[in-house]
């Protein structure tokens, strides 16, 4: 079955977190269709005191408010690199696997999430965008006839690095 043209190297290699917010060794790799995570900042004016014969006053000068990192990774849905089960994990709360081949994979609906995961999102040969502290806030997972399944995974991250050589390095695309 041919597989839908993947771009360029776009993969999103993720860690679970043992505290939130803190960077983990990625443990497994997904490859991705498509990834909308950035950082977004908002900025607010800065309030000033004018008077009322000021005429034509305009607030040029602004701080910045909060900076919030957060969008989708969209890829097929598949035990590749078991990041379907991951983000089937983090999306409902708990996870158990029994059973010596073949295994029985039980996920339920948690009072809590898990803690977190740390990720590395990487465009091509470029350098990574370091993420930490991410919760998966919806999973969404759709299947053509005929098609494999696609899984859109939205998440919200608690602070994220400067673009650099991903540290701890991503792990290898199985193939």
Do not use: C, W
């Given at each position: 079955m041919a597989v839908p043209y993947l771009g360029r190297d776009l993969r999103f290699?993720?860690?679970?977190?043992?505290?939130w917010g803190t960077e983990v060794a990625?443990?497994?790799t997904i490859r991705c269709i498509s990834a909308s995570v950035q950082?977004?900042?908002t900025h607010a004016?800065?309030?000033?005191?004018?008077?009322?014969?000021?005429?034509?006053a305009v607030r040029s000068e602004q701080?910045?408010?909060?900076?919030?990192?957060?969008?989708?990774?969209?890829?097929?849905?598949?035990?590749?690199?078991?990041?379907l089960g991951l983000a089937l994990k983090h999306?409902?709360?708990?996870?158990?696997?029994?059973?010596?081949?073949?295994?029985?994979?039980?996920?339920?609906?948690?009072?809590?999430?898990?803690?977190?995961?740390s990720g590395?999102?990487?465009?091509?040969?470029?350098?990574?965008?370091?993420?930490?502290?991410?919760?998966?806030?919806k999973l969404v997972l759709e299947c053509d006839v005929g098609k494999p399944?696609?899984?859109?995974?939205?998440?919200?991250?608690?602070n994220a690095a400067a673009r650099a050589a991903a540290s701890p390095s991503l792990p290898a695309l199985i193939a």
């Open positions: 290699a993720l860690g679970e977190e043992s505290t990625r443990t497994m950082a977004r900042a004016p800065l309030p000033h005191l004018v008077s009322a014969a000021a005429v034509g701080y910045q408010e909060k900076e919030r990192t957060h969008g989708e990774i969209k890829f097929i849905a598949s035990y590749e690199g078991n990041g999306a409902m709360g708990t996870a158990a696997d029994s059973g010596a081949g073949p295994y029985t994979h039980t996920l339920t609906i948690g009072a809590t999430l898990p803690t977190g995961l590395a999102l990487q465009r091509g040969t470029a350098l990574a965008e370091e993420l930490y502290g991410g919760k998966v806030s399944m696609m899984a859109t995974m939205t998440m919200v991250f608690k």
